[in-house]
C-alpha cells in the first residue's frame, strides 16, 4: 500500500505534536521518528501463516502501510521540511519551526480534484 497524502498529513502532525516546545525542535523530532521506523526496518519483520499443510510467508503486513513505506515518508516530510526552511531564509523570513510547520499544512492539504469520465467512445 502506498503512503497517502493524509498519512503524511497525520505524520507531520504526529511530529508536531511530539516535539519539545522550544526553537528547533521539529526536525529534530521528523529524524526521532525516522531513526525509529529505521530501526524496525534493520530488525525485519516477517508475517506467517499455515493452512492445509502450506506454510506461506510475507514481509510485513500486506494490509497496512509498511516500515519501508513509513522509513520513505518520514525522510518526505524531512526533505519538506529542509526546502520549506530554504525557501523561507531566500525569502527573508525566518524560519521557525511554527512558520515551517504552518507552510507544510498548507503544502499537504488535500487539494480538490475534479474526475470525469468521457462515455463517448465506450461500445457494449
Not at 521528523?30 to 506461506?56: A, P
Not at 513505506?69 to 525557501?87: E, G, H, K, P
Request: with cysteine; charged share 25%.
Amino acid at each position: 500500500m502506498a503512503v497517502t497524502n493524509a498519512d503524511l498529513q497525520r505524520l507531520w502532525d504526529d511530529a508536531w505534536d511530539a516535539a519539545s516546545d522550544g526553537a528547533n525542535t521539529f526536525r529534530e523530532q521528523l529524524r526521532i521518528f525516522e531513526k525509529q521506523v529505521g530501526n524496525l526496518i534493520s530488525q525485519g519483520s516477517l508475517q506467517s501463516f499455515s493452512k492445509n499443510s502450506q506454510s506461506h510467508s510475507y514481509a510485513f503486513t500486506p494490509s497496512s502501510l509498511t516500515q519501508t513505506d513509513l522509513a520513505r515518508a518520514w525522510r518526505t516530510l524531512i526533505t519538506l521540511f529542509d526546502r520549506i526552511s530554504t525557501d523561507l531564509t531566500d525569502a527573508g523570513e525566518t524560519a521557525t519551526d511554527e512558520a515551517i510547520y504552518a507552510e507544510g499544512k498548507l503544502y499537504l492539504r488535500d487539494e480538490p480534484c475534479e474526475c470525469r469520465t468521457d462515455f463517448a467512445e465506450a461500445r457494449c
